[in-house]
Nanobody, 121 residues
Framework: QVQVAESGGGSVQAGGSLRLSCTAS?????FGWFRQVPGNEREGVAK?????????????VKGRFTISRYAFPRDVARGKSDLQMNNLKPEDTAVYYC????????????WGQGTQVTVSS
């Protein structure tokens, strides 16, 4: 079982910044960040994979959020990704989840517990 954990959530005023971090207990090809507001479906925010492809961002966060992935040697059972969030807006308020797709198969199989981000106006 792969363990995934997020950190870095908190409260900030509109226009501020937060940096979320995600660690995984396995070397992971793809990381995804998602968010969910109570009563709404979980939505994708950003995704990054190995291989040099460009990260994907939801339209609502393009130009404000940056996803990164740390490359560990293949024999190291560890993965890490950060999500830098700038110029935050109240509508960014949500629980943010990190997920990993170990082999870039198109399915995020392992999820963290989530971290709350609250942006006040």
């Amino acid at each position: 079982q792969v363990q995934v954990a997020e950190s870095g959530g908190g409260s900030v005023q509109a226009g501020g910044s937060l940096r979320l971090s995600c660690t995984a207990s396995a070397n992971s090809n793809c990381f995804g960040w998602f968010r969910q507001v109570p009563g709404n479906e979980r939505e994708g925010v950003a995704k990054i994979c190995t291989g040099g492809g460009r990260p994907w961002y939801a339209d609502s966060v393009k130009g404000r959020f940056t996803i990164s992935r740390y490359a560990f040697p293949r024999d190291v059972a560890r993965g890490k990704s950060d999500l830098q969030m700038n110029n935050l807006k109240p509508e960014d308020t949500a629980v943010y989840y990190c997920a990993v797709d170990l082999f870039a198969m198109g399915t995020f199989n392992y999820w963290g517990q989530g971290t709350q981000v609250t942006v006040s106006s």
